[in-house]
Nanobody, 120 residues
Framework: QVRLVESGGGLVQTGGSLRLSCAAS????????MGWFRQAPGEEREFVAG????????YYADSVKGRFTITKDNDHSTTYLQMNNLKPEDTAVYYC?????????????WGQGTQVTVSS
């Protein structure tokens, strides 16, 4: 059984930064690709960023390229999402998921989500 726990959300002003964490537990979870998705009110959940199991390959939605960075620490089974230059349109609940598919579709496991609110 895989368990994912997100943390690090909060309220920040436009242009600010936040770092989200996703702590994973479960057998072999360190060998899974990880992804971050987000869901704004009234919107569908959308892909934000993904990372291969080794951490060597990363993927980003066009809307966050150059502002967000995903990293994976296999020693601590934690995946991070560094978010810089935040914009009001980044406001959403952010979820981590695993195992991320080769075409960045979400896996069977989800965390509970963490709220990110960017004020203008």
């Amino acid at each position: 059984q895989v368990r994912l726990v997100e943390s690090g959300g909060g309220l920040v002003q436009t242009g600010g930064s936040l770092r989200l964490s996703c702590a994973a537990s479960g057998e072999s979870v360190k060998y899974y690709a990880m992804g971050w998705f987000r869901q704004a009110p009234g919107e569908e959940r959308e892909f934000v960023a993904g990372v291969s199991w080794s951490g060597g390959t990363t993927y980003y939605a066009d809307s966050v390229k150059g502002r967000f960075t995903i990293t994976k620490d296999n020693d601590h089974s934690t995946t991070y999402l560094q978010m810089n230059n935040l914009k009001p349109e980044d406001t959403a609940v952010y979820y981590c998921t695993t195992p991320l598919s080769a075409d960045n579709r979400p896996g069977a496991y989800w965390g509970q989500g963490t709220q990110v609110t960017v004020s203008s």
